[in-house]
């Protein structure tokens, strides 16, 4: 009967509503990210028309590059920000749940590159929020045997939106352009093609923004009990609404009053404890020695360089592959047959949204099941670094797979978008064989920078 009740189960965790508010939010912003990277090729190629295919693709390059950059310089701010009296986890949140927002609706009316750059800059300079909900998730879940069901409910979160947001995009974007006959007459649509899934992905902010300035609880230890506008706000509209009653100021003060006078007494019994215990051992009066903290240099050991440069090169592949997949889908076809198999390729598939957000869905669907049921068997079998060693080796194959989806025979003629069974083939090759990768090895990378 103890066993099954200690048992550790998804009813069992604690703070519930908490991880729900974390979890949905963990789940907008990678709707924002994933969808925008399905219709983004095309979005650029419209504010200069005069652009050839591999001018749009550095400028998707460069606008990546750039949010990355920003992140980093920013990051380190944050994070102080998130640790310190002054700010807390919960305004770092809101300033990067805020400034996704705004980033995210304007770029659907974006009429340069220069704009679009400057949005996604602003977006990575006041968002740092996945290492701030990591954070959240281990404070709100405090005991370690419920910390593993916890964490796990972030990469569902991600997975989830990687199904979701590429379809949506994929539905929304250029509607005036694929339904001529029910919007070709409607001049919203046709002067911001790429405005409804901007504006739907910046929906899902909104609601998460209000999740988070209402309902969620400051985790920082020393500003627990800092006022918070939202949670009060909450708490008087439950009492109007549900009857309960709000405590007023004096029956907090008394509340506060009484817990002072049972820490004294706790206090005074552990003082005559203690001088009882002195008496008995006269070693124990010897103070304490300080902890002393170690100097920032003291971390950089040899391991601990060779695994973050090992993490660098593997966030390398994965932001590059996830960048240029979609642009490669996107390239036009090569209509002059400049290819030369094996190894010499030219030209991309040709796909529209329509049909790159089925090549993403592949990502959300193969990752949520082998995250739950396959990765803890394979983690158990081979160990965390054989695991990363073995995994590891599957960017290079997909290296090797991806320019052959050019070069696939088509049912279409060109310059239409590759069509048919070898090009979709190869598509669901790559993409499980991403998927494989990045499951294995991104978390493997993490135990191994903890260790």
């Known amino acids: 009967m103890d066993g099954k009740k200690d048992e550790v189960t998804w009813r069992s965790l604690p703070r519930k509503d908490q991880l729900a508010?974390?979890?949905?939010?963990?789940?907008?912003?990678?709707?924002?990210?994933?969808?925008?990277?399905?219709?983004?090729?095309?979005?650029?190629?419209?504010?200069?028309p005069n652009l050839d295919s591999g001018a749009v693709v550095r400028q998707v390059a460069y606008m990546q590059t750039s949010f990355m950059l920003?992140?980093?310089?920013?990051?380190?701010?944050?994070?102080?920000?998130?640790?310190?009296?002054?700010?807390?986890?919960k305004p770092v949140l809101l300033l990067g749940v805020a400034g996704s927002l705004?980033?995210?609706?304007?770029?659907?009316?974006?009429?340069?590159?220069?704009?679009?750059?400057?949005?996604?800059?602003?977006?990575?300079?006041?968002?740092?929020?996945?290492?701030?909900?990591?954070?959240?998730?281990?404070?709100?879940?405090?005991?370690?045997?419920?910390?593993?069901?916890?964490?796990?409910?972030?990469?569902?979160?991600?997975?989830?939106?990687?199904?979701?947001?590429?379809?949506?995009?994929?539905?929304?974007?250029?509607?005036?352009?694929?339904?001529?006959?029910?919007?070709?007459?409607?001049?919203f649509l046709k002067a911001w093609p790429y405005a409804p899934p901007a504006l739907l992905s910046g929906f899902f902010l909104l609601i998460a923004f209000g999740a988070v300035f209402f309902f969620l609880e400051e985790t920082l230890e020393?500003?627990?009990?800092?006022?918070?506008?939202g949670i009060a706000f909450t708490r008087k509209v439950s009492a109007m609404i549900f009857g309960r009653k709000v405590p007023s100021a004096s029956r907090v003060a008394q509340e506060e009053a009484s817990h002072e006078e049972m820490s004294r007494m706790i206090t005074d019994d552990a003082e005559a404890a203690e001088e009882r215990d002195s008496e008995e051992h006269p070693e124990s009066l010897k103070?304490?020695?300080?902890?002393?903290?170690?100097?920032?240099?003291?971390?950089?050991?040899?391991?601990?360089?060779?695994t973050l440069v090992s993490y660098a090169i593997q966030?390398?592949?994965?932001?590059?592959?996830?960048?240029?997949?979609?642009?490669?889908?996107?390239?036009?076809?090569?209509?002059?047959?400049?290819?030369?198999?094996?190894?010499?390729?030219?030209?991309?598939?040709?796909?529209?949204?329509?049909?790159?957000m089925w090549s993403l869905f592949i990502v959300g669907v193969m990752g949520l099941p082998t995250q739950l049921f396959i990765y803890p068997r394979i983690n158990r079998r081979l160990g965390t670094l054989k695991m990363w060693r073995t995994f590891m080796m599957g960017m290079p194959v997909l290296y090797f797979i991806i320019p052959y989806i050019a070069a696939a025979p088509s049912t279409k003629a060109p310059p239409a978008?590759?069509?048919?069974?070898?090009?979709?083939?190869?598509?669901?090759?790559?993409?499980?064989?991403?998927?494989g990768t990045s499951t294995f090895v991104v978390p493997a990378q993490l135990v191994l920078t903890n260790l």
């Open 222 to 229: 020393p500003l627990k009990d800092r006022y918070d506008p």
């Open 417 to 435: 978008g590759k069509e048919g069974f070898w090009v979709w083939f190869l598509i669901v090759l790559a993409q499980v064989l991403m998927v």
């Open 70 to 89: 920003s992140q980093c310089f920013s990051s380190m701010f944050l994070g102080r920000l998130a640790d310190s009296h002054r700010g807390g986890r």
């Open 21 to 48: 508010i974390l979890c949905f939010l963990r789940f907008a912003e990678p709707v924002v990210s994933i969808s925008l990277l399905t219709y983004l090729f095309y979005q650029l190629q419209s504010l200069d």
């Open 315 to 356: 966030e390398y592949h994965i932001t590059t592959y996830n960048t240029l997949w979609t642009s490669f889908l996107s390239d036009p076809v090569d209509t002059k047959n400049q290819a030369r198999l094996p190894f010499f390729f030219s030209g991309g598939a040709g796909m529209k949204p329509d049909r790159i």
């Open 287 to 306: 103070p304490a020695k300080p902890q002393r903290i170690l100097p920032l240099k003291r971390m950089f050991t040899k391991n601990m360089c060779l």
């Open 102 to 187: 705004i980033g995210c609706v304007s770029f659907g009316f974006i009429t340069n590159f220069k704009q679009a750059l400057a949005l996604r800059i602003l977006e990575g300079l006041v968002n740092g929020n996945v290492a701030t909900i990591r954070t959240m998730v281990s404070e709100v879940v405090a005991e370690k045997r419920y910390q593993p069901h916890a964490f796990l409910l972030l990469p569902i979160s991600f997975n989830v939106a990687a199904m979701f947001s590429p379809l949506m995009a994929g539905q929304l974007a250029d509607l005036a352009g694929k339904y001529p006959e029910k919007f070709g007459n409607n001049a």
